[in-house]
């Protein structure tokens, strides 16, 4: 074959690459975009029109500018056919890039050119395949074991799966202001609204009256061996001194808790942690981040809080 011939060729492979990558890119740009409209059809509850095109008014237009540099900088490196198949599949960073270049690499391939374009969408493709059934595997191999995996105990760790996964892809946005990133954490944590419990049985005002809630001074306070979360503290009720064991060693040093005031349960019954008697509980909020609840130094030792 000669030079015009494989050039004829070539030619008709790239018009019927860019004929099958436009008819794939309009296909999924359909059903990205019609899915929210059929299935807000189906339920009766249709999207806001307004509201669809003010957000995409102040979201589209930003990464608009992004789709057009990804496209001027990527498919001179990826060829037609490499370019419809990584912007459709997507993960092209980690992914589609390293494959395309990894494969160029191996046969001494120049960007440019019809090996490079062939090679590429041979690669990308074969990338594509791939991921497909590496998740399907997954998932039928994880079928079994779906009792186990939604086990309440194992929730909080899947709960940092996704960071765990594109915390590293977001840090290169975050480096560059890492006091923007801070304030957009401290602001998004702050307007979490907490989950309303269930399950917690109605109490009377008998019970309640029944917990005897002091106030109290820590005057000794320090760390258990061998016991990471504990600390043991001595408080100063006014009328006695009781030791009490905390797993609040996580969040405070002893140093900084002599001296607080703070509110003991003080009729619960003792119990003994790591070897060591606790005749008492402080109060304190939160389950990942524990606060202590401190009270103000000119509260008398000993007195009922109600």
Known sequence: MNDLEKKSLFEVYNERTHLFGRLACIITLVMLIGAPFVMGAYLGAMPDLAAVGRGFLACGIVWMVSCVAEYLVYTPMLGAGGGYLAFITGNLINMKIPCAMNARDLVDAKTGTPENEIISTLSIATSSLVTILVLAAGVVALIPLQPILQAPALQPAFDNVVPALFGAMAYKYYRGNLKIAAAQAAKEAAEKKPEKPEGCALIGIEDFMGVELRSAKIIDCERVPKAKKLLKLRVDLG????????????????????????????????????????????????????RVVFLSEDTPLGERIR
Do not use: H, W
Not at 261 to 282: D, W
């Open 239 to 290: 009328y006695e001194q009781r030791q009490v064991v905390s797993g609040i060693a996580k969040f405070y040093a002893p140093e900084d808790l002599i001296g607080k005031k703070v509110i003991v349960v003080a009729n619960l019954k003792p119990a003994t942690l790591c070897g060591i008697a606790s005749e008492g509980m402080i109060l304190a909020s939160g389950e990942e981040q524990v």
